[in-house]
């Protein structure tokens, strides 16, 4: 089970820090990611983090302002948001795989596991 927090509302130019953590199962096995989906829209790409740290690719949108990071140790992966428009409101959901390739790291049907979600709204 993953379980996403840190959600909220902020102004635009402000700053998040996501959280999702997982239970029943150690993510140390697993590829980690973050994904969104605005009203309206389709669930959309943003972050991903493999097993080994070796590989964080990010969405053109959030690159530069987002860091995707895990701490196996305490079984959660973070999603620190800084700079924050009002085009990056959304809910975000984590997921996990323990078999995505890399070539699939942005491909939402890719991922097995995924959290409830946290509502991130950014005001102008």
């Known amino acids: 089970q993953l379980q996403a927090s840190g959600g909220g509302v902020v102004q635009a130019g402000g700053s998040l820090r996501l959280s999702c953590i997982a239970s029943?199962?150690?993510?140390?096995?697993?590829?980690m990611a973050w994904f969104r989906q605005a009203p309206g829209k389709e669930r959309e790409f943003v972050s991903a983090?493999?097993?080994?740290?070796?590989?964080?690719p990010y969405a053109d949108s959030v690159k530069g302002r987002f860091t995707i990071s895990r701490d196996n140790a305490r079984n959660t992966v973070y999603l620190q948001m800084n700079g924050l428009k009002p085009e990056d409101t959304a809910v975000y959901y984590c997921?996990?795989?323990?078999?995505?390739?890399?070539?699939?790291?942005?491909?939402?049907?890719?991922?097995?596991?995924w959290g409830q979600g946290t509502l991130v709204t950014v005001s102008s």
């Open positions: 983090i493999t097993k080994t740290r070796s590989s964080t």
């Open positions: 997921a996990a795989s323990a078999t995505v390739i890399f070539s699939s790291l942005r491909v939402a049907n890719a991922y097995a596991y």
């Open positions: 029943g199962r150690a993510i140390n096995n697993y590829h």
